[in-house]
C-alpha cells in the first residue's frame, strides 16, 4: 500500500520488504511493526506512520509415514502419533473409517486405537487442526490395517481299525501360493511335525493339530482333530 497522497515507502528492521512489498515467507507467527517514511510532509506533521502486522503461523499435522499392520485377533494399543513425524501438539482425532471400529477402541481424547476384537479392514483416522484464522484447516490421514487370518480346517477325525488304518484328515483350509502348511501330533505333550501338506493321511492315534500361515503378511490360523 502506497497513499496516493503523500508518497512515501515501507521499512522495517524485523522484514524484508522491497517496493513497498513486504515478503512474509519463512516468517515466523507475531506481531511485527512496519513503517511508512513519507516523501515530502508538511511543516509540524508526522513524516512516519506506523502500522502493525500480525503473522499467524499455520499449524503442521504432519506427515503419515507408513501403516501398522497387525493380524486379526492381536490385542494392541498403538498411539496414533507415533505414525506421523512432526507434527504440531494440540491436534484433534478423528476416526474416518468406512466401517468404524467397535467399542471403545478408539480414544480420540488420547490418541490412540486398541485393535483387539476388531474385523479385519482398514481403519483410518484424522489428526486436525481448524478455525487457525487466517490460516485454512489442515489435517493428516494416518491408517492401521487389520489383516484377516487363514482359515484352518483340521477336518474330521475318526478311528482307526484293523481294516481302517489310515484317516484323511483337513479339510477347506485357506489355499494358494501363499499359504503353508503344518501338521504336528500331540505325543503327551510333545509335538512333532509330520507334514506341510494341506491333507493328511494319519495312521497314527493323537491329537493332531494344523498351522495354517499367510506368507504373505505372516498371520497364522490353528486348528485340530483327534
Known amino acids: 500500500y502506497v497513499d496516493p497522497n503523500q508518497s512515501g515507502q515501507w521499512i522495517s528492521t524485523d522484514l524484508t520488504i522491497v517496493n513497498n512489498v513486504v515478503d512474509l ?3 515466523a507467527g507475531g506481531t511485527y511493526d512496519v513503517v511508512y517514511l513519507i516523501d515530502n510532509t508538511e511543516p509540524n506533521c508526522d513524516s512516519t506512520r506506523v502500522q502493525t502486522l500480525t503473522v499467524v503461523e499455520p499449524f503442521n499435522p504432519g506427515t503419515f509415514n507408513e501403516p501398522v499392520v497387525v ?3 492381536e490385542d494392541i494399543t498403538i498411539p ?5 513425524d512432526d507434527e504440531n501438539d494440540g491436534g484433534r482425532w478423528e476416526e474416518i473409517s468406512t466401517v468404524l471400529s467397535k467399542g471403545d477402541a478408539f480414544d480420540a481424547a488420547a490418541g490412540t486405537f486398541a485393535t483387539g476384537g476388531q474385523i479385519a479392514g482398514n481403519y483410518v ?3 486436525n487442526f481448524e478455525g487457525n484464522i487466517p490460516c485454512p484447516d489442515v489435517l493428516e490421514i ?3 490395517i487389520i489383516e484377516a487370518l487363514p482359515i484352518a480346517d483340521a477336518g474330521e477325525g475318526g478311528e482307526l481299525t484293523c481294516d481302517i488304518t489310515a484317516i484323511t484328515i483337513g479339510g477347506n483350509s485357506s489355499s494358494g501360493s501363499n499359504y503353508t502348511y ?3 501330533i500331540d505325543r503327551n505333550g510333545t509335538q512333532e511335525e509330520v507334514a506341510t501338506t494341506a491333507t493328511y493321511d494319519a ?3 493323537g491329537t493332531y493339530i494344523l498351522t495354517v500361515t499367510n506368507t504373505d503378511n505372516g498371520c497364522i490360523d490353528t486348528d ?3
Open 80 to 84: 496414533l502419533r507415533d505414525l506421523l
Open 125 to 127: 483416522f484424522t489428526y
Open 71 to 73: 493380524c486379526e485377533g
Open 142 to 144: 494416518v491408517e492401521v
Open 182 to 184: 503344518s501338521w504336528t
Open 25 to 27: 515467507v519463512g516468517v
Open 224 to 226: 485340530e482333530v483327534e
Open 203 to 205: 495312521g497314527e492315534p
